[in-house]
């Protein structure tokens, strides 16, 4: 067994004041921005990365907790990429059924500490591999999960519970399913944030790798109101001319 002190401890060791600082402006800690009072390491995210392969699947769930409740960014960050490989490690595979029971126990887990991803990178992250990768397995009943868990939080007043809701959406569209990814990104429109508005656009882009078509049909029936940033991104991998025709409407 691995324990959140064994993790903290290791990573106490990596610490680098100067990265520390640059991290802070990076994310935004300043009073009045989005990720105020936020404190770093200063330990790159590949750094983290590497701690994760050295305790993986090894971190017992109220270990795990402990680490998503720390003062300090990466340790949380630490925290929710133990889950994402705890959740990989149960998903079906060619020679192996999966573990639904402990999928679940996982998903159950995240949503009730998802408020500690508090920043964009953590959302990003852990979301699609935690929360999108169950709502593509079947569960213990034989059943694909109910997707309502992502209006839940597409109309959650908390900023990064409405990002997880269209960030989720990522394992989705890599099955080659949009559908809830455009009916997140309706509820979202109104939504007045730039870190959604990017989130949006970003999640759409993808759907246009996969199907342009598909998110041709959407920007036709949302484009007036689709805010300007959603846009921009959403149109990214169209040539030239296209782009500045919707940029036009």
Same mark, same amino acid.
């Given at each position: 067994?691995?324990?959140?002190?064994?993790? /903290?401890?290791?990573? %106490?060791?990596? !610490?680098?004041?100067?990265?520390? /600082?640059?991290?802070?402006?990076?994310?935004?800690?300043?009073?009045?921005?989005?990720?105020?009072?936020? &404190?770093?390491?200063?330990? !790159?995210? #590949?750094?983290?990365?590497?701690?994760? $392969?050295?305790?993986?699947?090894?971190?017992?769930?109220? *270990?795990?907790? !402990?680490?998503?409740?720390?003062?300090?960014?990466?340790?949380?960050?630490?925290?929710?990429?133990?889950?994402?490989?705890?959740?990989?490690?149960?998903?079906?595979?060619?020679?192996?059924?999966?573990? #639904?029971?402990?999928?679940? *126990?996982?998903?159950?887990?995240?949503?009730?500490?998802?408020? @500690?991803?508090?920043?964009?990178?953590?959302?990003?992250?852990?979301?699609?591999?935690?929360?999108?990768?169950?709502?593509?397995?079947?569960?213990?009943?034989?059943?694909? #999960? @109910? &997707?309502?868990?992502?209006? %839940?939080?597409?109309?959650? !007043? +908390?900023?990064?519970?409405? &990002? /997880?809701?269209?960030?989720?959406?990522?394992?989705?569209? $890599?099955? +080659? @399913? %949009?559908?809830?990814?455009? &009916?997140?990104?309706?509820?979202?429109?109104?939504?007045?944030?730039?870190?959604?508005?990017?989130?949006?656009?970003?999640?759409?882009?993808?759907?246009?790798?996969?199907?342009?078509?598909?998110?041709?049909?959407?920007?036709?029936?949302?484009?007036?109101?689709? #805010? $300007?940033?959603?846009?921009?991104?959403? /149109?990214?991998?169209?040539?030239?001319?296209?782009?500045?025709?919707?940029?036009?409407?």
């Amino acid at each position: 067994m691995v324990t959140a002190n064994d993790i /903290i401890q290791t990573m %106490y060791a990596m !610490k680098n004041e100067q990265q520390s /600082i640059h991290l802070m402006r990076f994310f935004k800690t300043a009073k009045g921005q989005y990720g105020e009072g936020d &404190r770093f390491l200063g330990i !790159k995210v #590949p750094l983290t990365r590497a701690v994760v $392969r050295e305790a993986k699947c090894q971190v017992p769930l109220s *270990e795990v907790e !402990k680490l998503l409740y720390s003062e300090w960014h990466e340790i949380r960050l630490c925290g929710f990429l133990i889950l994402v490989d705890e959740m990989k490690a149960v998903l079906p595979a060619a020679k192996r059924a999966g573990n #639904p029971l402990r999928r679940c *126990e996982i998903k159950d887990f995240y949503l009730r500490h998802v408020r @500690q991803a508090n920043n964009w990178d953590l959302v990003d992250l852990s979301c699609p591999g935690i929360l999108g990768a169950w709502l593509l397995c079947i569960d213990g009943d034989g059943q694909l #999960p @109910q &997707r309502q868990v992502l209006d %839940y939080l597409a109309v959650s !007043k +908390n900023l990064w519970e409405q &990002r /997880i809701a269209i960030v989720s959406t990522l394992a989705l569209i $890599r099955a +080659n @399913q %949009y559908a809830d990814t455009f &009916r997140i990104a309706t509820l979202l429109l109104a939504n007045q944030h730039d870190l959604i508005h990017k989130a949006v656009g970003w999640m759409l882009r993808e759907v246009g790798k996969r199907d342009m078509n598909a998110l041709r049909t959407y920007l036709t029936a949302h484009v007036h109101e689709l #805010p $300007r940033t959603s846009l921009r991104y959403a /149109i990214e991998r169209m040539d030239t001319i296209e782009r500045r025709a919707w940029m036009q409407l």
